[in-house]
């Protein structure tokens, strides 16, 4: 099983910055994908940004030029950099790693999720 866990969610001004990391761990796993998805209250979950493990970014219209999201293979962690943050990005953050472990099982985890509040 695959473990996934978040870290640096807060309360931020708008027009700041806050940073995200995720932690993937466990045994005998590939990962493929990582990405973060984020809900607001009364809303469904939505894709924020997703890398591929070669580095191929894709990120939702609502983000692009503000968010930048990156992993370290090595170390099975995904950041997401927010910048210019807009009290309509708050909302709770989850990271998601999809990939595969013993067998080529697929596998598509999720974290307990981080809260992002932007507001003055």
């Known amino acids: 099983q695959v473990q996934v866990a978040e870290s640096g969610g807060g309360l931020v001004q708008p027009g700041g910055s806050l940073s995200l990391s995720c932690t993937a761990s466990?045994?005998?796993?590939?990962?493929?994908?990582m990405g973060w998805y984020r809900q607001a209250p009364g809303k469904q979950r939505e894709l924020v940004a997703a890398?591929?493990?070669?580095?191929?970014?894709n990120y939702a219209d609502s983000v692009k030029g503000r968010f930048t999201i990156s992993r370290d293979n090595d170390k099975t962690m995904v950041y997401l950099q927010m910048n210019s943050l807009k009290p309509e990005d708050t909302a709770v953050y989850y990271c998601?790693?999809?990939?595969?472990?013993?067998?080529?099982?697929?596998?598509?985890?999720w974290g307990q999720g981080t809260q992002v509040t932007v507001s003055s």
């Open positions: 466990g045994s005998s796993f590939r990962l493929n994908a």
């Open positions: 998601n790693a999809g990939g595969t472990i013993m067998l080529g099982r697929p596998f598509s985890s």
């Open positions: 890398i591929t493990a070669g580095g191929s970014a």
